[in-house]
């Protein structure tokens, strides 16, 4: 193990962030810095997240991305997932330098996403992120939990 290694080990902590009523955008965006820095995260309530915009331009674009294949080999098509934690955790993954760098990787072993809240975060308090309302910002959003449900995922 090297300095820099034994560093990230030493620097991490578990940080809990809360993906009601924030925008996807910014959430994952903080949320990649902190990966970065070394830290553990887990998002709690990720079917609540705001993808802001028009419904039906979110909706045409995330099943655009679904029917994705390659002519050729349709196993090296990329994957794009329909539960809404996955989904989350995808945006956050385009965030971080997961194919060009090892700590890419490394840091996106150290997320974690949830739908609702899990027992073990029920008492530790989530960090806020700053911001205004969304919904009362921005005319048109969706919520990842009826993304999910428009992509075809029936569970929640």
């Known amino acids: 193990m090297n300095a820099k290694q034994s560093k990230i080990e030493a620097a ?19 949320v990649a810095k902190s990966l970065l820095k070394g830290n553990e995260v887990a998002i709690i309530n990720a079917q609540d997240a705001i993808i802001t915009g028009t419904k039906k331009v979110i909706v045409a674009r995330y099943k ?3 029917n994705l294949q390659e002519k050729e080999n349709p196993d090296h098509s990329p994957y794009w997932p329909r539960r809404s934690d996955m989904l989350v955790k995808r945006v956050i993954r385009g965030m971080l330098p997961y194919r060009k760098k090892p700590s890419g990787k490394a840091a996106y072993r150290r997320l974690r996403v949830y739908i609702g809240v899990p027992e073990i975060y029920k008492n530790t308090k989530p960090i806020e ?9 921005y005319v048109g959003y969706i919520t990842m ?12």
């Open 12 to 30: 991490s902590k578990k940080v809990v962030y809360d993906a009601k009523d924030k925008v996807l955008g910014r959430l994952g965006s903080e």
């Open 145 to 156: 939990g009826h993304l999910s449900k428009l992509l075809g995922y029936d569970k929640e």
């Open 64 to 66: 655009t991305r679904l």
């Open 129 to 137: 992120i700053i911001s205004k309302n969304p919904k009362s910002i």
